[in-house]
């Protein structure tokens, strides 16, 4: 199984962490089953940017980005060219560095 490694966020994992999810799980279904409770506003449907992450490590491995998370991504916060949409990332065999950017642009997040 690929091992995830999140880099340290203040507020989903503030120590980092390191998750490990069989091959064909998305990335944010792997941080949700390991209790880092990333944003995900349109419940991984591709239909918001709240689940942006931006992979360090291990990019070349997962699938391939389709038009609609293409488009999707360019609205994300601190957008990099190893950006994704954690809902829509599969994990193949290879190991992922990832980090949670700081802000979305989630405007109705809960609890705040």
Known sequence: MPIIKILPHAEYCPQGAEISAPAGTSICEALLENNIHIEHACDMSCACTTCHVIVREGMASLNAL???EED???????LEPNSRLSCQ???AQKDLLVEIPKYTINHA???H
């Open 109 to 111: 997040k809960e609890n």
């Open 89 to 91: 990332a599969f994990l």
């Open 66 to 68: 389709d038009e609609n």
């Open 72 to 78: 999707l991504l360019d609205r994300a916060w601190g």
